[in-house]
């Protein structure tokens, strides 16, 4: 079955960096579009980013526009984003997804288990 599980959360200052990374099995890695979203408490799932399966396009929400890098690497099945200058706000669970290219969460059909991040101010 298809298992996707996150790692690289923890805490970080604002203005700091983090690395995401999600090992992913079960599905032909190289054939799929990857995303990833985020959660806060109490508030809806949120797009981040999305990177189709060759790695030649990437998409990302508004908010993390410029500051995110979404990549992967097909020969490991791993997707990583790339966090900078973080900020407060970015505090959230991360999580990696598989589905089509693009941000509607809905569409995506496999999901991780998440990982924290918190950003202190």
């Known amino acids: 079955q298809v298992q996707l599980v996150e790692s690289g959360g923890g805490l970080a200052q604002a203005g700091g960096s983090l690395r995401l990374s999600c090992a992913a099995s079960g599905l032909t890695f190289s054939s799929s579009a990857m995303g990833w979203f985020r959660q806060a408490p109490g508030k809806e799932r949120k797009f981040v980013a999305s990177?189709?399966?060759?790695?030649?396009?990437?998409y990302y929400g508004d908010s993390v526009k410029g500051r995110f890098t979404i990549s992967r690497d097909n020969a490991k099945n791993m997707v990583y984003l790339r966090m900078n200058s973080l900020r407060p706000e970015d505090t959230a669970v991360y999580y990696c997804?598989?589905?089509?290219?693009?941000?509607?969460?809905?569409?995506?059909?496999?999901w991780g288990q998440g990982t924290q991040v918190t950003v202190s101010s």
């Open positions: 990177i189709d399966s060759t790695g030649d396009r990437t």
């Open positions: 997804a598989t589905g089509p290219y693009g941000s509607d969460y809905a569409n995506y059909d496999y």
